[in-house]
């Protein structure tokens, strides 16, 4: 099986770093010198770091300038000495390890009281599983380290746009729906109205019925004007025993003036009847 070189990063989490001994140094002004533009510092005395993997070999990059000086490597039992100072700023190999056994192997790096940096480790490999793992840290985090500035202030103004698009948009529905319901309440009431005439005209519907009127309370019968008693009998003819009596009666009082008329007054009734008593005693 062919071998295989897996770089992997200074911000990979495959490798360790001593709290507090190393710095990030991406706003330096030679970072364009290093791989992914990014390197990891020893600024302090006894900065630490280490490294575990499975290969056959092992190189260590790292930056070399004015500032820096000796440090040390050590891969199992096996320790190396090194000085990274340099008049002119560059990165090169700061130590390999070659002909090793495919089996795990421990790097440890520790600077000697100076400066120094470490930009990158690559290894060799036969294992067919190990490459893609280190690989897929090494490619993960040197994407992360890239965009994740970015894509922090990405992700904030994309929630900010995806927040504002919904509430225009939940805005916008509460209006028109405001104003459709306007609009559509006059145009039901007149086509409402239109449908009651026209049922009324075809006769489907009934027309509304109008308020019944106030009824009068029922009031008591006015009283009638009592005819006098007098007025009540029908006049009567006095007969006399005698014809000639009865003659001169009828003569003195026309038929229609007893039949159709009414009768006089007491007074005068009385006063024929004597007068037809005189005339039947003589």
Do not use: C
Request: aromatic share 8%.
């Amino acid at each position: 099986m062919a071998s295989v070189n897996v770089t992997v990063e200074d911000f990979s989490p495959l490798i360790s770093f001593s709290a507090g001994g190393w710095i990030d140094s991406s706003n330096d002004p030679d970072i364009s010198l290093y791989s992914a533009k990014s390197f990891r510092a020893a600024k302090s005395s006894g900065a630490e770091a280490s490294f575990e993997f499975t290969g056959s070999a092992v190189f260590v990059y790292g930056g070399f300038r004015s500032d820096y000086g000796p440090y040390t490597l050590t891969l199992d039992n096996q320790t190396v000495n090194g000085n990274a100072h340099s008049v002119t700023p560059r990165v090169g190999l700061l130590a390999s390890f070659t002909g090793l056994s495919e089996t795990p192997h421990h790097l440890h790096l520790a600077n000697a009281g100076s400066a120094m940096d470490i930009d990158q480790i690559v290894y060799q490999t036969n294992s067919a599983a190990a490459p893609g793992k280190v690989a897929l840290f090494s490619q993960r985090d040197e994407s992360q380290a890239k965009s994740k500035p970015g894509m922090d202030i990405g992700l904030f103004i994309g929630i900010v746009l995806i927040l504002a698009s919904v509430f225009i948009g939940v805005l916008a529905t509460v209006i028109f729906l405001r104003r459709r319901k306007s609009r559509l309440i006059p145009r039901v009431s007149a086509v409402a109205s239109k449908l009651s005439i026209g049922n009324v005209e075809k006769g489907k519907a009934e027309p509304p019925t109008p308020p019944l009127p106030l009824q009068k309370p029922p009031s008591s019968p006015e009283p009638k004007a009592q005819t006098p008693s007098w007025q009540k009998s029908e006049p009567r003819l006095f007969r006399s025993p005698s014809t000639a009596s009865r003659s001169s009666m009828r003569t003195s009082m026309p038929t229609d003036r007893v039949l159709n008329r009414p009768t006089r007054p007491p007074q005068l009734h009385l006063a024929r009847k004597e007068s037809t008593n005189r005339v039947s005693r003589d």
